[in-house]
């Protein structure tokens, strides 16, 4: 399988995005090219990457001729933590990086996005590689980061990323796609066009199974979607990547301390999306026939039906409190047709009435 490279161009600036088996095959040489004159690369780590990965890439830098320093990040969310983020600027302050170095950061979403957001700080803007390590990050590290996790903020403090380069190694990938990634190929194949959607229709048993040629086709198709997202012109349709966004924040809200609270967030936005696909049908003009299709392609990926009893009122009372946040109307990214997610408001009957269903079904998946 060849690398294939993308170059995703969002306007003033833009990411070379690389993917295949080896992609991390030169990746010094190539890397070097974000500098200029290689001078020092600061690489965060992830704890969960292996010693192996670590050696390979270390040593293609050395031989690119960057000095080295590195540091590994906390485990998971306190990898975004205030504490966290303290203590790498002060980690890249005693190893002397500029903005004429570069920062590489290794790892699953929270790592990545770390990196991309010490990149953009420090020195007003220092060159950033990620390589992401899970199919999570492979899909959203060129467009989206994680929040910060700064207490009291609710995850509000977000940064748009801006690496220069991502490297996509499909060989870091064993086994079946990963849910927590395989969510958002489903949303930026509702994104992009009814062309997209049956291209991931189409290719969802195999991208359960885990097929590389899948996951890589599936991958860049993804890439495309989601810079058109990133990159809009409209108001509205920035908002795009944010179905079933609301109603898994919903969810999250409702179901903590409760059975189903302990779903991850990947599962969450998988009922979010089923919820608010429903919801398009009426709202907009949301085939009904592809509702039941979505259905399908999550089990084909192995994105399950979330069992839990919830009530009505709660939910909806939920949803208001849980959009506030955020914005002051309450306004839902609904899926119009194919290639074309707005921000829609949908009438309280509509919505109850929808809600009430929604609901009923899960409660028959409580055993």
Known sequence: MTVKRLLLNFGSRSVDFRIGADALGEFGRIAR??????????????????????????????????CLASW?????????????????????????????????????TQVTSLAAFAGKFWCGGTACVLVPTCLEGMVTAATVADPLAIAGTDGRVLLAPEPNMVFCDIDLIDGPADPAGSVYLVGAAITESRRAW??????????????????????????????????????????????GVTTARALRSCLSGKQGGEAPWWQLLAEGMRFEARLATEVGAFPVDEVFTLDDCFEDLGIPELAFALDRDAFLTALTAENARWANRLLFALPKAFGSIRLSNVDEEVLARHAEAYLASRAELVS
């Open 33 to 66: 090219v974000v500098v200029g004159r290689p001078q020092r690369a600061f690489l965060i780590w992830d704890s969960s990457v292996e010693d192996e990965l670590k050696t390979r890439i270390e040593r293609q830098l050395i031989d690119a001729e960057f």
């Open 198 to 243: 049956e291209r991931l229709k189409e290719a969802a048993p195999r991208l359960g199974r885990g097929e590389a040629a899948a996951l890589v086709d599936a991958i860049c198709n993804a890439q495309t979607a989601r810079r058109m997202v990133v990159s809009a012109v409209n108001p509205s349709a920035r908002h795009a990547l944010s179905f």
């Open 72 to 108: 590994t990040a906390p485990i998971e969310e306190e990898a975004l933590a205030s504490a966290a983020c303290e203590t790498l600027f002060g980690e890249l302050a005693r190893a002397g990086i500029t903005a004429d170095d570069v920062i590489v950061g290794v790892g699953r």
